[in-house]
């Protein structure tokens, strides 16, 4: 008898240790798709450097980056996406250094809860918000636009496209209008251990200054619990294949980590 309750035992550990491993496989794929229903808080460090002509500027941004999904009925999920970014930068321009908060992007998707021909979308409108505390830090411009996602996770694979594109309307008149257009392919692989190898670019078309901005970025990141707190970390690269004439160059680093709250 005392056998067959450890072999019970034993055998109902495995059962809650595969529950337990099917969860994180599953959050793992919610973490590769920027509009799953899970409300999750990024905070995402990215550090640039040889800014300006002479290729002294740097800066250093903490985005934080709530992702809140709300149920709209039994068809539809409304995910709001914020960037609320933590600048500190130096000799942008040469000479000055800034430090405070940049203007806010907000990005509202409605998306439907089943994927369509296998594909998950969602669309919206993007709002710039001149919340910047300094004037070298934003653009002191309202803007907004449509934004638009479209991802197949395929399998272990997650591949997909998000654009954007920003109009301002209204602000400081002495500044210049903003018309930009974000363009951000994506490609994850999740392997067995829940550890994500991520490779995209956030490539920025400026239509009033007729100049591309390409990082390329690849991140590797891994799923990890302490206590009841889920969370993931990140770190990884990036390379300018394309800036402004006074943009960043060469390499530059980011690191992530992000809080999941699952229902």
Partial sequence: MKKQIMMAMAACAMVAQAQQADQDAELAKKLANPVAALISVPLQYNFDSKFGLKDDGSKSVLNIQPVIPFSLGEDWNLITRTIIPLVDQHNIPTGSDKSGTGDIVQSF?????????????????????????????????????????????DGPWTYGLLANHIESFAGDDSRDDISLSLVQPFVSYITATKTTFTLNTESTYDWKNDQWAVP?????????????????????????AESPDAGPEGLGVRAAVTFLFPK
């Fill in 216 to 240: 390329v970025n690849g991140m590797v990141s891994q799923l990890l619990k302490v206590g009841r707190q889920i969370f993931q970390v990140s770190a990884g690269v990036r390379y300018w």
């Fill in 109 to 153: 998707f409605f998306s439907p809860k089943q994927p369509v021909n296998g594909w998950i979308l969602a669309v919206g409108p993007v709002g710039l918000y001149p919340t910047a505390s300094n004037s070298q830090l934003g653009g002191e411009k309202w803007g907004a636009g449509p934004t638009a996602l479209a991802l197949k996770q």
